[in-house]
């Protein structure tokens, strides 16, 4: 028996009538209980609201557009459902009908994204970069560089943070002159060293260059020391500091957006944020490697031992392997040291053995 | 004022059909594709979620439908980035900028950010609504929305700001003037509803709860003002154990535990006037003849959301245990031949853990909380003259194509209802 008692809305009014209703090859013919019709639904435009549940009746309507229904509780329908309505388990229009606003949309927002992402953000950190005046770019940079060195000399052995020896300024401000003229810097450079067993140097912004006394332990001469102070000058230079600083606040914002109101979106977005750090900064580095090698060549100071010093540098560069090296702020060491191998000039000494030597005690 | 009188017309009942265990299911499976594909996942769980509880509310044994497609959702969200993102990231610089050279200005632009924010999020949340309502169907008749996004945002803020300025007593009017111009913009087919309340008649029962919230939190700055004193002369013991240094006898015990118990009040207090106004407002709301009616019960849902916290402190404590004992389990074992787990071993299941509790999280949010809190507020609720509904005409009107583009931008708590 093919023909189900059912409820009806015409989708004009929200009246309800009971209807009976005939399911076969051509579709659903529905009749009052009088026998005279109603409508007529062909098979293919027969769609189920939601999947029917025990307890629930079952909801049809007719193609997606337009407000008419039909309610069958009697579940032996939907057998004869199934077997006449090609389309009846298709509950949603599908992508057909939305594919060209998708498409132009999609494409507009990936541009946007990518735009934003390579040209916006780089731009905007390198305008406002250079729209700091030089004189609170120094001033902000000597402030921060007290912070740090305060943060430090708490955690270093001889409480003391800053190494003061005397010959061992004089041959390290020996170096600095030699690369400050080449480096033609908007603020002047100021270097100190700390007295930490860390081989690490970094530039703050305004100028700060601070070496670890463990980086002058690590390297087996001058040049490399020169070649690591022309690295930290290329960024003080370019005013990379600053740069990163608003790249990663805009590239945060942006992502931020994209994940949106989620559980675990902020998980996402930290994740997100960090290897965009990282990628900034690697390309900045390389940048920085770079320049520093044009101020070697000025300085007239031999490149080799900086490829050296980067062959020898332990640690982050085995242990990150791969994609996780993408996490890393560094590009890996072998790719930087084949690089100045490359394009370094060999050239001349940075200072002389005796001069070396007292750099080597600064911190005594 | 807020006595309710009972229906002496016929009523037809509300209901809401679904199963528990099918919507933890659906929710771990939105939360796990949600982090796999980074977030776009979320128009499609969030349309899932809502299908299953409007598809569940049935009235007079009719259900209601959603007929939000996610590619909508999809397409709003993608304007708002193609448009919105590049006037951010202008921003961004522009405060960059502002900060290194203008402490103050960039203070300034924070503030103002955030009162953009303020501005553009009642206005995306009237807006979302309105994308809500256009989908939502009851025998094939579609509600709707009218009403400028634009005065609605303008209302929120000032009373907003008024609630403020009274220091909170002007709550139970802002929600009702909300309420009002939300409901009488709103439509089924060509009838819109019409809202009489006042905020008046709430006040009564808000009043205690500012009282306790005030009280509450003067009597515990009080019981902690002579230890905080204490700490403030001695700071220089503040390299040392803090709590233990500060002796026990300033700490007032009597005034913390008033004003504990007190803010504790001021919780159940604030539930209640929830239960009451929800109550309220649905006696004072008609559509057409169509009158409605809630009985829904503050012991209820007092005891769903114990149950819900109970249940969450319950994982969180799992939780802790788990990467705690993983913690241990690496200690030990190093201080032995061979550490029980490597460091990495630990590091992945402890990740693995705190995923699974992020995933876990939102499914219990849903089947502890809202479906029993929608069931319940269902099983109360009556309508009354429903043949008079029958007479309502659908209404061909304008419906917004793509939806809550910008109240998702904006972080705004559109949600699921």
């Not at chain 2, 009942?13 to 979320?42: E, M």
């Amino acid at each position: 028996m093919s023909e189900f008692a059912a409820s009806y809305n015409d989708g004009r009014t929200a009246a309800t009538r009971p209807v009976r209703v005939r399911i076969d090859a051509l579709g659903l013919d529905i009749r009052d209980e009088a026998g005279a019709p109603v409508a007529r639904w062909p098979a293919e435009e027969v769609h189920l609201v939601d999947r029917p549940g025990a307890g629930r009746p079952i909801r049809l309507m007719r193609d997606f557009e337009g407000g008419e229904r039909l309610l069958v509780t009697d579940h032996r329908a939907l057998a004869h459902l199934q077997e006449n309505c090609p389309k009846l388990g298709r509950m949603l229009p599908g992508l057909s009908r939305h594919w060209r606003p998708i498409l132009m949309w999609a494409a507009a927002a990936a541009v946007a994204v990518v735009l934003i992402f390579k040209v916006v953000i780089p731009a905007t950190a390198d305008f406002v970069a250079r729209a700091i005046p030089a004189e609170t770019e120094e001033a902000f940079g000597a402030a921060l560089a007290e912070q740090v060195v305060d943060f430090l000399a708490a955690r270093s052995s001889s409480g003391a943070a800053v190494c003061t020896g005397a010959a061992g300024m004089a041959g390290l401000a020996e170096i600095v002159r030699r690369l400050e003229g080449p480096a033609a810097s908007h603020v002047p450079i100021t270097v100190r060293v700390l007295d930490l067993p860390v081989v690490n140097a970094f530039a703050l912004p305004g100028g700060q260059i601070l070496v670890f006394r463990g980086l002058i332990d690590f390297a087996h001469g001058p040049e490399e020391v020169a070649g690591v102070l022309a690295h930290e000058m290329a960024h003080v230079v370019r005013r990379h500091p600053v740069q990163i600083w608003v790249k990663v606040a805009g590239a945060g914002a942006l992502i931020g957006l994209l994940v949106g109101d989620v559980t675990g979106g902020a998980v996402i977005a930290g994740v997100a944020e960090i290897m965009l750090r990282a990628s900034y900064s690697q390309e900045l580095e390389r940048q920085a490697d770079a320049i520093a090698l044009d101020l070697l060549a000025a300085a007239e100071i031999d490149a080799g031992p900086l490829a050296d010093f980067f062959d020898r540098l332990p640690g982050i560069a085995e242990e990150l392997e791969g994609i996780l090296s993408a996490l890393s702020t560094h590009p890996p060491s072998p790719q930087r040291s084949a690089m100045i191998r490359a394009n370094g000039q060999r050239l001349g000494q940075a200072l002389s053995p005796e001069q070396w030597r007292a750099l080597g005690r600064i911190c005594d | 004022m807020t006595d309710i009188t009972a229906l002496d017309a016929p009523t037809a009942p509300v209901a809401f059909v679904g199963r528990r265990w099918h919507l933890f299911g659906l929710v771990l499976r939105n939360s796990l594709f949600n982090l796999l594909t980074l977030g776009i996942y979320r128009f499609w769980a969030k349309t899932r979620l809502r299908r299953y509880f409007w598809h569940g509310v049935a009235i007079d044994g009719e259900a209601l439908e959603y007929t939000g497609r996610p590619v909508e959702l999809l397409i709003g969200f993608l304007i708002v980035l193609a448009v919105l993102v590049p006037l951010g990231i202008v921003y961004s610089g522009f405060g960059a900028f502002l900060a290194a050279n203008d402490t103050v200005a960039a203070s300034f632009l924070d503030f103002a950010y955030l009162g953009v924010l303020f501005v553009l999020t009642p206005y995306a949340l009237y807006r979302a609504r309105r994308y809500r309502l256009t989908r939502t169907l009851w025998r094939g008749v579609r509600c709707g929305q009218d009403g400028s996004p634009v005065r609605y945002a303008f209302l929120s803020i000032g009373l907003w700001l008024l609630n403020l300025i009274t220091l909170g007593l002007a709550y139970p009017w802002m929600r009702t003037v909300l309420q009002r111009f939300r409901m009488n913009n709103t439509r089924f087919g060509n009838r819109h509803f019409k809202f009489d309340g006042t905020g008046g008649a709430l006040f009564l029962f808000w009043l205690p709860v500012v009282v306790c919230v005030f009280g509450g939190t003067a009597l515990v700055l009080l019981g902690l003002w002579e230890p905080l004193k204490f700490a403030f002369e001695h700071i220089e013991l503040f390299e040392e154990d803090v709590l233990s240094v500060i002796p026990s006898e300033t700490f007032d015990r009597m005034q913390l535990s008033i004003g504990g118990a007190l803010l504790v009040l001021a919780a159940i207090l604030l539930f209640s006037y929830r239960v009451r106004e929800f109550r309220y407002f649905a006696s004072v709301t008609r559509l057409g003849k169509a009158e409605f009616r809630s009985q829904l019960r503050l012991a209820r849902v007092l005891l769903i959301g114990l149950g819900y916290y109970a249940l969450l402190a319950l994982m969180l404590l799992i939780v802790l245990v788990l990467v705690g004992g993983l913690a241990i389990g690496f200690e030990t074992g190093t201080e032995t031949a061979s550490p029980v787990l490597s460091e990495n071993q630990a590091a992945a299941l402890g990740f693995a853990t705190l995923l699974l509790y992020l995933v876990a999280l939102p499914a219990v949010k849903y089947v502890a909380f809202y479906h029993p809190l929608v069931r319940h507020a269902s099983g109360t609720l009556q309508v009354s003259n429903m043949d008079h509904v029958a007479t309502i005409v659908q209404e061909v009107h304008d419906q917004p194509r793509y939806g809550e583009g910008l109240a998702d931008a904006l972080d705004a708590d559109v949600g699921v209802f």
